[in-house]
């Protein structure tokens, strides 16, 4: 069986779509997947256990990486094809089954139940990574076996859902401090390419001998990679937040200006925390400018994080 699986390019749109290559593992196990994604996106799906192919779909004017995917794909007999990207390219080539992201999908529910919406799954089957033996054997390397580790994302593309440095500092020493709940843990701090100032703030609050540095290491797989050895993820409204909780590390995402009822971390072992405010408020002021906006998260404070931890996730973490 042939499948041509067409998702996103944002890294955590692309991680919430795994959860349809999950039913397909399980689903289809002698399915053969063809994978078009964004080129940031490529490395989080290269461990997947029935890809045959990964076509990287990088923007071109005029539409011509959706003219190149249709070149490389149209002489092609699919069996199925799953188009989250609602593109021409799945109109226009032959296959025996077609499900397409359409208009017709709610999008105010969260982004993994609108893709299950697709496939008509009354079950919604959750996001997973799966990793390749060199992402494995590279996160082994930087984050060995044996101690707690507390995995930290404080970083964002975005300056107005990054919460303060200074705030993501004090948690950390409350959750490590002696008594905490990650009683002298080992802190691995991430944030991808651009983003190093302040994960490095915050990476240099931690003691040397209890720091690890993740900080712009490798692609976004092995980053996922790295994190799914770690025993709790908390960061703001990001791929890599995304990344952890689809590899079934307990995870609290820290949202202000997004949606968290469709971007919130997914499963059982997920939260979030986020600014009383919603998105559309706190952006509503004259003189708004996403680009020059700063971080719109202060009045997330730090007692509300702490809350959300001990109610939700002490007991997790200690059992862990």
Known sequence: MKILFI???????????????????????????????????????????????????????????WIKLWKQVVGTRWDMVIDLRDSAVSRLIFSREKHIFSRHIDKAQHKVRQNADVMGLADVPAPKMWFTKDQMTGAQKVIASGDAILAVGPTANWAGKTWPAERFIEIIEFMTAKGGFMENARVAVFGAPGEEEDAQRVLSSVAVDRRIDCIAKGSPGAAAAMIARCDFYIGNDSGLMHCAAAAGVPTLGVFGPSYPHIYAPYGEHTSYVRTPESFDELIDYEGYSAKTCGCLMGTLSVDMVKAELSDRFTEKIKAA
């Open 7 to 65: 998702t996103s390019s944002r890294i955590g749109d692309a991680v919430l779509s795994s959860g349809l290559l999950h039913y397909i593992e399980k689903t289809y196990p002698s399915a053969k997947v063809t994978i078009a994604c964004g080129p940031l996106a490529v490395s989080l799906f290269q461990g997947y256990p029935l890809l045959e192919a990964i076509i990287p779909l990088k923007k071109e004017k005029r539409n011509g990486h």
